[in-house]
């Protein structure tokens, strides 16, 4: 097979070959990123991995459009590709709406609350300097912390009950129990070319060793200041784990989140289909 150029790959006008991949900052955006853009690689045939391939559509063979949609933890964020592509000079806080979709797939991104608000506050704590408080503070501060969080799951559930045929719920949780499964599950929902070969190749690619060697190498999206060579909480690529949080929140901020996201999440969080659902209850 010919190997195309990167200019035959472009950003698609049919909305049936886009696909959005929605999540809220520190939920596995950067980890699926690396697994698709592998994925693309080797099935379009280029020699090279580029973090960025995963947002180009290949004809031959099917690949898709995948667009990669943050609901920042900051409000007014900047305008992203889902603005350019509906025309859009700014953004809201929660813009993307499946019912101006035309057609278009999307997957949401989720994880365990918890872990995302203490993810979130070695962010925008450490890495950028913006929120000078405590964790506890952070969790509290109603623009960034646990309220916030929630407020974007109840999002999820409203669009996915919006157009549930055109839905995919991914859980962080579910990657770390089985990464091929997860990825198979987005190739197959997105209509893409399966093969098992490049699933089990892209997700070796993407293991956390790996990824923090690309990530020193400048091949993901920031580079790496100086700080990130002495101090792992400057890096984008960090611990990777699931339940991290034990390790940051003591107790009383535990039963804090705990209670807000039993009485505040609708009863679909509260089913089995959840996997981080138990360490709630």
């Known amino acids: 097979m010919k190997v195309p150029s990167l200019e035959l790959l472009v950003e698609v006008q049919d909305p049936r070959q886009r696909v959005y991949i929605v999540s809220y900052p520190n939920s596995g955006r950067?980890?699926?990123?690396?697994?698709?853009?592998?994925y693309k690689q080797r099935l379009i045939g280029f020699d090279e991995f580029h973090v960025r391939l995963h947002a180009y559509y290949s004809s031959v063979p099917q690949s898709p459009q995948y667009i990669f949609y943050h609901a920042r933890s900051e409000a007014g964020p900047a305008p992203t590709l889902w603005d350019r592509v509906?025309?859009?000079g700014e953004s809201k806080?929660?813009?993307?709406?499946?019912?101006v979709c035309d057609g278009s797939r999307a997957i949401f991104l989720l994880r365990d609350p918890r872990d995302v608000v203490v993810s979130n506050y070695h962010e925008m704590a450490t890495?950028?300097?913006?929120?000078?408080?405590?964790?506890?503070?952070?969790?509290?501060?109603?623009?960034?912390?646990?309220?916030?969080?929630?407020?974007?799951?109840?999002?999820?559930?409203e669009?996915?009950?919006r157009s549930p045929l055109t839905c995919l719920l991914v859980q962080y949780e579910e990657m770390h129990r089985n990464p091929e499964q997860t990825l198979r599950r987005v190739c197959e929902f997105?209509?893409?070319v399966v093969v098992d070969d490049h699933?089990?190749?892209?997700?070796?690619f993407a293991s956390l060793e790996n990824m923090q060697k690309l990530e020193a190498a400048g091949a993901l999206i920031r580079p790496l200041d100086d700080r990130a060579f002495v101090d792992a909480r400057f890096r984008k690529v960090r611990r990777g784990v699931v339940g991290g949080h034990r390790d940051e929140l003591d107790e009383q901020d535990i039963a804090f989140i705990d209670e807000k996201v039993r009485i505040a999440l609708p009863p679909f969080f509260h089913e089995p289909h959840v996997s981080w659902l138990s360490r709630h209850e």
């Open 159 to 161: 669009q996915s009950q």
């Open 199 to 204: 699933i089990r190749e892209s997700v070796r």
């Open 30 to 38: 950067t980890w699926l990123r690396v697994m698709l853009s592998r």
């Open 190 to 192: 997105s209509q893409s």
């Open 86 to 88: 509906r025309g859009r």
């Open 127 to 157: 890495r950028q300097g913006r929120f000078k408080g405590s964790l506890s503070a952070f969790v509290r501060d109603s623009r960034v912390g646990i309220d916030h969080i929630i407020g974007f799951s109840n999002f999820v559930y």
């Open 93 to 99: 806080a929660l813009p993307f709406d499946l019912s």
